[in-house]
């Protein structure tokens, strides 16, 4: 009786979802007859597993509905005898359409389901936002703003190429390239020669900051030099001195000489070493002021080279900011050159469609045909399929 239940119930189930393979975001009913405390409904999480009772992480995307439940039965098998396991997919993991259509957004998946009907979903074709007489004076303005876009990233790039020179201490030499879609060569002429000018200024400045705290650096070695010749010098003095106070009390004490000559001796070498006091402590001041110059000339290079990598990030980030409007202003010039031309009756549309779907363990975008099966989670993108550089130029 129990494996004519199982049959029953396992049957509408696997005529409907024989060839599916589950993925990430389909949520699965799982339901063990012997043990009611093993069914349930369990998520398929973004690394393609679901977290079962007494089995722990169980790697289930890619597999077929009988697939599944063999593993799980399998396993079960190893703890508890005698246990039959039904599955079938309780939800799927929803699709997407993004682009070209009316009403982009989230809908419910359904084995079968191919890329023009989740389309037909989304609405259909979005109606073009420039609409009558207007077009053209729109399409006119956002060729202004492409051309502007343009410029700003040719001058973005080359302040790119600038700020490289400067991190990696090389000259600085611009090549346009084709993709920046450089504009004309007078606007391309004066951006560089603009950069090269602060290139110069700033790297002038950098020298002449280097040079002169190598000139003081330069000028307290000599000084240390100097002092440490001249304390030589000086302890041959107290040296002399010292043998001259030993002499001198040598003759006081066989009476040959008077008490008062030996004073002086005396008050001759105690101001020889408050000098030498004193010289030492410039001694040691110049030591220290040429540590503090080698630390500024560390400093200054370590500083220069960090404010450059940081205002090179930021340029970069910038850059692809620039490339993403650029990319927004070509659709939308598209979309204007379209409805220009479908008001004058000389343009018809094509449409193009994509999908972005997990591809192993990343998110890839594939093309797709109108009739291509879409995937559970795909995110289906509806584009024109028009030649943007053309649309551009017209």
Do not use: W
């Amino acid at each position: 009786m129990c494996l004519l239940l199982v049959a029953v119930s396992i049957t509408p189930a696997s005529a409907q979802n024989q060839d599916y393979r589950v993925a990430g975001g389909d949520v699965l009913r799982v339901t063990v007859y012997g043990d009611p405390g093993l069914s349930g409904s369990f998520p398929i999480g973004t690394d393609g597993t679901i977290g079962y009772p007494l089995l722990g992480n169980v790697a289930v995307a890619g597999k077929g509905i009988d697939e599944v439940r063999q593993t799980i039965d399998a396993g079960l098998r190893e703890h508890i005898a005698n246990l039959s396991v039904a599955v079938v997919v309780e939800a799927y993991a929803p699709v997407f359409i993004v682009g070209e259509v009316q009403k982009p957004g989230r809908y419910e998946f359904r084995p079968g389901m191919i890329a023009l009907e989740l389309f037909a979903l989304g609405g259909g074709q979005k109606e073009v936002l420039a609409q009558g007489d207007n077009a053209g004076m729109r399409l006119a303005g956002l060729r202004q703003d492409y051309a502007d876009l343009g410029v700003q990233l040719l001058g973005q790039d080359v302040k790119r190429v600038r700020l490289e020179a400067e991190l990696n201490g090389k000259p600085f030499t611009y090549l346009p390239s084709e993709e920046i879609g450089t504009p004309d060569p007078r606007i391309v002429r004066q951006v560089v020669e603009a950069e090269r000018t602060l290139f110069e200024l700033r790297r002038a400045t950098l020298d002449a900051e280097m040079r002169s705290l190598e000139q003081q650096r330069v000028g307290y070695v000599d000084e240390i030099d100097t002092l440490q010749k001249s304390g030589k010098l000086r302890d041959g003095e107290l040296t002399l001195l010292d043998e001259d106070v030993k002499l001198a009390q040598s003759m006081v004490e066989r009476g040959l000489t008077s008490k008062t000559q030996l004073r002086d001796k005396q008050r001759e070498i105690s101001a020889t070493n408050r000098d030498m006091l004193e010289f030492g402590s410039f001694l040691a001041r110049a030591r220290q002021n040429l540590t503090v110059i080698d630390g500024r000339l560390s400093s200054l290079r370590g500083q220069r080279r960090g404010d450059v990598a940081t205002e090179l990030r930021e340029v970069n980030i910038d850059i692809l900011r620039l490339r993403r409007k650029l990319t927004y202003s070509l659709q939308a010039m598209v979309e204007a050159g379209i409805a220009v031309e479908k008001r004058d009756g000389t343009q018809q549309t094509a449409l193009r469609f994509s999908a972005v779907r997990m591809v192993g363990d990343t998110y890839r975008e594939v093309a797709v045909g109108q009739t291509d099966p879409v995937q559970a989670g795909d995110i289906l993108r509806v584009s024109l399929a028009l030649d943007g550089n053309d649309m551009a130029e017209r």
